[in-house]
């Protein structure tokens, strides 16, 4: 077993074939890629389960935008966790704030409930907190399992010293989990004091559709090559990582 777990987020079945194939230890699996994800569907995760076997956690995030839910929007929550349990979801991930941008941590703890003895990972809604140190406690508090964080960041390179600083503060009271442009060499840097335990990397790359026509004057998507291209995993960055992680 790997000293240091990497985990990608995958967005088709294709990608998730692709990902468990190529040694990926786990898959964060999503919806609606140019949101940053969203909860994914519930026949995905079932097909998946009945083809791969390593876990595979799921997001629960009902639409783009803040992390600051109305009530209805986290009865769906719940209500998403609870289908996506029972369908074989090995763990999920989500993250509630409040208008001041602080951890919700009542609405946290009902969507734990909900979760039960499945594992938990607070995503990127942490970077959009008004105090890390302070959401780092207050999410530990909550019992997740892991944070998924750029350090604040818009990406891990930018975050790199906020990471460092989280993840000599957390320990082994939580995994911080850096994610958000996760290169291999950030590996060695983020690990000096050897509590880095998993790392969250896309190791994205983009295949070309199989359509022989396409209406170049149409577009569906924000992405330019969203119709014409499918998003996949990169073998070659994949064993980069395992590489830096044994």
Known sequence: MRKILLESPVFSFEAAMQAASFGVDRLELCSNFPEGGETPSAGMLKILKSELDLPIFAMIRPRGGDFAYSQKELMVMKRDIEILGELGA???VFGVLDYQGAVN????????RSAGSKPCTFHRAFDASANLMDALDAIISCKFHRILTSGGKNSVSEGIPMLSELIEKAKDRISIMPGGGTKPEH???LNQNGFLKEIHASCRTIIPSKNQFINQG?????????FSHHLGIDREIVNQFLEVLD
């Open 90 to 92: 090995d763990g999920f």
């Open 187 to 189: 590996v060695k840097v």
């Open 105 to 112: 941590v009542d609405a946290c703890e009902s969507l734990m």
């Open 218 to 226: 149409l577009s569906f998507s924000s992405e330019p090559v969203a």
